[in-house]
């Protein structure tokens, strides 16, 4: 047991009192304007940067904003295993960063620009990356990263192939998590592929089938999706028979998170289980927080904010 794990552990313990929890969340939701939602948050531990006034997009970025921070922090008291873990984790930012940078490279260059997301020791490419200035310029970086090619430079092939490779790289460096990533990649392939009705180019399929399956990135309908999905994964869509409802499964995905990160948080062991159950706690943490918020701009109130779709966003 090394010193590096006593600490990064106690750590991750501690930054349970950084979750707003079921009650403060509840409570947030049922604010009946957006602006009695911020001035809850500014009493809480989502409270920096949290200004009046600012939209509900605006206002869960901030959220987002804070889920980062403390996971740099958590990053910055970890043995390098630690550290490797929660970059993996955290690669949802990156992924944010990059589809904005592309969105923005071909905008008017007197348009206002949002800020990336401050990803410190969590970047994986985000250097190379922001240094690009064209599309090709920015497939051509990613290839020659840990992303690998997204097989195109349109937004939807690099933000679908960032997607895909996030989870093959978290699947494979992080066991506790590796079920949690099939799970989120059948729900991005099943969006992608029948929803959308947009074919992943070929280099995202290929590594999508390594945890998803061949026969299931190969299925013709929805229905033949789902039977081919792993076991684990495949429950996760009980009851979901329409591809267009495949939204409502995210909230299970974020319960099954969330309920084994706390398992993995209770571990008495120093290892890197406390430290990615902490990750995954935060991560719901703010997932719910972000819906809370959403509802508050609808007019809150004592509706299941559990049920109110959350546009997707980093972490």
Not at 178 to 205: I, K, N, Q, Y
Not at 285 to 311: F, I, K, M, N, S
């Amino acid at each position: 047991m090394g010193a590096g794990w006593v600490a990064g552990v106690t750590r991750a313990r501690a930054l349970r009192t950084r979750c707003l929890g079921p009650e403060g969340i509840g409570e947030l939701a049922a604010s009946r304007t957006l602006d009695d939602a911020l001035r809850y948050l500014a009493a809480t531990p989502y409270r920096h940067d949290i200004s009046p006034g600012a939209t509900p997009a605006e206002a869960q970025r901030t959220v987002s904003a804070a889920l980062l921070w403390h996971l740099r922090v958590l990053a910055g008291w970890q043995p390098a295993a630690g550290a490797q873990a929660i970059r993996a984790l955290a690669a949802g930012f990156e992924i944010s960063n990059t589809e904005r940078h592309l969105s923005e490279i071909a905008a008017d260059a007197e348009r206002p620009r949002t800020p990336p997301y401050r990803l410190g020791a969590l970047a994986i490419a985000w250097t190379r990356l922001a240094r690009t200035r064209t599309p090709a310029e920015l497939r051509t970086a990613l290839a020659a990263s840990d992303w690998g090619d997204p097989g195109g430079d349109s937004p939807a092939a690099v933000a679908t192939g960032m997607r895909v490779s996030a989870a093959v790289r978290l699947a494979t460096a992080v066991p506790d998590a590796a079920r949690w990533a099939t799970a989120r990649l059948a729900l991005l392939f099943g969006r992608e592929v029948f929803v959308v009705g947009r074919r992943m180019p070929d280099v995202s399929v290929r590594r999508a089938a390594r945890l998803l399956g061949p026969r299931a990135v190969g299925a013709g309908s929805y229905a033949e999706f789902r039977q081919a999905l792993p076991a684990d994964t495949r429950g996760l869509l009980e009851g979901v028979d329409e591809a267009a409802d495949l939204w409502r499964a995210e909230a299970r995905w974020w319960d099954v998170v969330e309920r084994d990160g706390r398992e993995l948080l209770r571990r008495s062991s120093f290892g890197p289980g406390p430290v990615v159950g902490a990750v995954a706690l935060l991560s719901a943490d703010a997932w719910r927080t972000r819906g809370a918020l959403e509802l508050a701009a609808r007019g809150g109130g004592p509706g299941d904010w559990q049920a109110v779709e959350v546009p997707d966003g980093a972490g």
